[in-house]
């Protein structure tokens, strides 16, 4: 069986002229020359369809300046209005913020005048006790020697194929909740993040790229401010908390330290609002008590 020759038995391989090449050599459509051309044989536009062709431009023209000046005076004429409901809109905002302003010195003031009934009313003791117990939940400030744990983003980097922004270099939900556990587990009594006080209904949750501490926004760098025993620093560096962000800092470029601070004051976090479980339908009667029959009970909702 004899392979045919790629080069036509000439000894010499040939090309075609490829597209590009063939582009630049004759960048002008045949028709388009012929075009030119005829028009060239003929002379162009002469007499009537000259005067024609520039009148429908002129008539265009005039148009295009007619909306210009319609759109202008329109723009023109709701500025006012623009202006009238963004200074509404301010005004709305401000009063707002000084209603919020009086509600929260209201709620201060009665905040006082119930400490100091309590005091009255209840002996030392109990008093003392409740301090306690208001410091240990996290609704009273607190002051105290412990550690200071920060951390911050690295530098990110944009994927070269994508385009999108990494984020691996970004300190996440996760990284907060493992410093807080792991403070809590060395002996933490009161932490908070940024300010914010931790308690034992606190959430730490990623919300697009911000993170939450309950419902309020932290930005980097994170200070997780912990008050505890003298060893909490070294406990938390050597622990597990401080190997991990060790790596994070040693392979994504992310800040962290940890020191020791003195006499720093934890401020009370906001009223904690419980809920209990209630259930829908009372419990069944035990046996041989007195309760109601089989036909005063109430009817069941599709076993709910």
Same mark, same amino acid.
């Given at each position: 069986?004899?392979?045919?020759?790629?080069?036509?038995?000439?000894?010499?391989?040939?090309?075609?002229? $490829?597209?590009?090449?063939?582009?630049?050599?004759?960048?002008?459509?045949?028709?388009?020359?012929?075009?030119a051309?005829?028009?060239?044989?003929?002379?162009?536009?002469t007499?009537?369809?000259? #005067?024609?062709?520039?009148? %429908?431009?002129?008539?265009?023209?005039?148009?295009?300046?007619?909306?210009?000046?319609?759109?202008?005076?329109?723009?023109?004429?709701?500025?006012?209005?623009?202006?009238?409901?963004?200074?509404?809109?301010?005004?709305?905002?401000?009063?707002?913020?000084d209603?919020?302003?009086?509600? #929260?010195?209201?709620?201060?003031?009665?905040?006082?005048?119930?400490?100091?009934?309590?005091?009255?009313?209840?002996?030392?003791?109990?008093?003392?006790?409740?301090?306690?117990?208001?410091?240990?939940?996290g609704?009273?400030?607190?002051?105290? %020697?412990?550690? #200071?744990? +920060?951390?911050? $983003?690295?530098?990110?980097?944009?994927?070269?194929?994508?385009?999108?922004?990494?984020? $691996?270099?970004?300190?996440?939900?996760?990284?907060? @909740?493992?410093?807080?556990?792991?403070?809590?587990?060395? !002996?933490?009594?009161?932490?908070?993040?940024?300010?914010?006080?931790?308690?034992?209904?606190?959430?730490?949750? @990623?919300?697009?790229?911000?993170?939450?501490?309950d419902?309020?926004?932290? +930005?980097?760098?994170?200070?997780?401010?912990?008050?505890?025993?003298?060893?909490?620093? $070294?406990?938390?560096?050597?622990?597990?908390?401080?190997?991990?962000?060790?790596?994070?800092?040693?392979?994504? !470029?992310?800040?962290?330290?940890? +020191?020791?601070?003195?006499?720093?004051?934890?401020?009370?976090?906001?009223?904690?609002?419980?809920?209990?479980?209630?259930?829908?339908?009372?419990?069944?009667a035990?046996?041989?008590?007195?309760?109601?029959?089989?036909?005063?009970?109430?009817? %069941?909702?599709?076993?709910?």
């Amino acid at each position: 069986m004899t392979v045919p020759d790629p080069d036509g038995g000439s000894g010499k391989r040939t090309f075609g002229p $490829d597209f590009l090449t063939e582009l630049f050599r004759n960048p002008l459509d045949p028709g388009y020359a012929d075009a030119a051309a005829r028009r060239a044989e003929s002379g162009g536009r002469t007499g009537v369809r000259k #005067q024609a062709a520039r009148g %429908s431009a002129a008539v265009v023209l005039l148009l295009i300046g007619f909306l210009f000046v319609l759109a202008y005076r329109q723009t023109v004429a709701d500025e006012p209005a623009r202006t009238q409901a963004r200074q509404e809109l301010a005004e709305q905002v401000q009063r707002r913020r000084d209603g919020t302003e009086e509600l #929260q010195a209201r709620a201060d003031a009665l905040a006082d005048e119930v400490a100091e009934l309590r005091e009255r009313e209840l002996s030392d003791a109990a008093v003392a006790r409740l301090r306690d117990l208001e410091a240990a939940s996290g609704l009273a400030t607190v002051r105290g %020697s412990g550690v #200071q744990v +920060t951390v911050g $983003d690295g530098p990110t980097s944009v994927d070269p194929v994508t385009g999108e922004r990494r984020s $691996d270099s970004r300190v996440k939900d996760t990284d907060l @909740q493992l410093a807080a556990n792991a403070l809590w587990s060395s !002996g933490a009594e009161a932490i908070a993040i940024n300010g914010e006080r931790l308690t034992a209904t606190s959430t730490i949750r @990623q919300a697009g790229e911000a993170i939450l501490v309950d419902v309020r926004p932290v +930005t980097t760098p994170y200070e997780v401010v912990a008050i505890g025993p003298d060893d909490l620093t $070294d406990d938390f560096r050597n622990g597990y908390a401080g190997q991990f962000f060790e790596k994070l800092s040693a392979r994504y !470029g992310m800040s962290f330290e940890v +020191t020791e601070v003195k006499n720093v004051t934890l401020d009370g976090a906001a009223e904690l609002k419980l809920r209990a479980a209630v259930p829908s339908t009372a419990p069944p009667a035990p046996s041989g008590s007195s309760g109601p029959s089989m036909s005063e009970s109430p009817a %069941s909702e599709g076993g709910r």
